[in-house]
């Protein structure tokens, strides 16, 4: 149960912001015990001579199926000078929401850009509620060493009861760890699974058989999986044994691949993380349209997203080399007819 209270506000001074060359994010703000707010700095937009400050909301799980069909609270931002001043401001009323999630402040070129700039965000009716939050602020964080630990044990042909045939390759895993992180692995080696060969050989004698074939019959699953590659299940099993993901040099493909994989097998901590990577760092004008139509169509949360994107942004999408590709080839595209209907009707 929760109630409206008054009005709340948070500042922040950004100084040197004229020697700025990536984007830069401010700590998480709350109005609520499940919504948070970041604002964001880029130095450079899909015009280099132009830069911007955003507002938007943080996924949370929470919130994750109606964050983007939920509206804002009313809310004000006023950039100002360090002594006051006020340069720009821009509420809710002005009707400038982006419906991917981002509130846009402010796009101006960079030639008038201050070196020390603050932003005030002001938010009236600012939901209460009488039940605490159940998590706290910040994010979880694994001890280096026992992420090691974990990595090592992943992939030892000696330790596990499971093996998985990939591309002519096994990886070798343990079937209790697997069960805990993905309700998917879980049913599987509870139930008779035709994905999964469930190995049930009786002990044979050491004194008959040979090394290998002791360390073969000592995986009770056999697990061959066909739809992805090597580096996409080591990764997801990788994440499985450690809650660490690492986005950093991966392809459009690997991350849609890593997604796919996440959300096949109900690895929902790590789809959610790549679906926040995916909207908060990898989404621009550039490739928002092959992103629609080659990837994000399959799955109806994050289609949602990213054709809001393109809506918005179609004006400057549809002169992109990528969208021009698109429609050159769009025998490729199961879906082109469909989105682009919708892409001109939103």
Not at 7 to 31: G, Q
Not at 146 to 169: H, I
Not at 201 to 222: A, G, L, M, P, V
Request: proline share 3%; charged share 25%.
């Amino acid at each position: 149960m929760s109630y409206r209270a008054g009005y709340c506000s948070f500042e922040y001074k950004l100084e040197n912001v004229s020697k700025l060359t990536e984007r830069v994010y401010s700590p998480p703000f709350a109005t609520s015990t499940c919504r948070n707010w970041m604002l964001i700095f880029d130095p450079y937009t899909s015009d280099p001579k132009n830069y911007q400050i955003l507002l938007c909301t943080i996924l949370n799980k929470d919130e994750e199926s109606k964050h983007f069909t939920d509206t804002f609270l009313p809310l004000k931002v006023i950039l100002k000078t360090p002594s006051g001043d006020i340069i720009h401001e821009v509420s809710t009323n002005d009707k400038i929401f982006v419906k991917s999630g981002l509130f846009l402040v402010y796009n101006r070129p960079r030639s008038t850009l201050l070196n020390n700039i603050i932003i005030n965000v002001q938010f009236s009716e600012v939901r209460f509620t009488k039940i605490p939050p159940k998590t706290t602020f910040g994010t979880k964080q694994v001890a280096e060493n026992l992420v090691n630990a974990w990595s090592n044990e992943l992939n030892k042909p000696d330790r596990g009861d499971v093996k998985f045939k990939v591309q002519g390759r096994a990886i070798y895993a343990n079937s209790s760890i697997l069960a805990m992180r993905s309700d998917y692995f879980e049913a599987m080696f509870e139930g008779e699974w035709m994905e999964c060969n469930n190995k049930q050989r009786s002990q044979r004698s050491s004194t008959t058989n040979t090394k290998n074939e002791i360390n073969e019959n000592r995986y009770k699953y056999e697990i061959e999986i066909t739809d992805f590659n090597y580096e996409t299940v080591i990764a997801m099993l990788h994440f499985l044994y450690t809650d660490e993901a690492d986005f950093k040099n991966y392809s459009l493909d690997n991350i849609w691949n890593l997604f796919s994989i996440s959300d096949k097998y109900f690895v929902d901590d790590l789809r959610h993380r790549i679906k926040i990577h995916i909207i908060n760092n990898l989404l621009n004008e550039r490739n928002a349209a092959e992103m629609l139509f080659k990837y994000a169509w399959k799955w109806p949360d994050l289609k949602e997203l990213i054709k809001n994107y393109n809506i918005q942004h179609f004006v400057k999408i549809r002169k992109t080399k990528g969208f021009r590709q698109i429609v050159a080839s769009k025998s490729d595209y199961p879906m082109y007819h469909e989105l682009l209907e919708e892409l001109l009707l939103g």
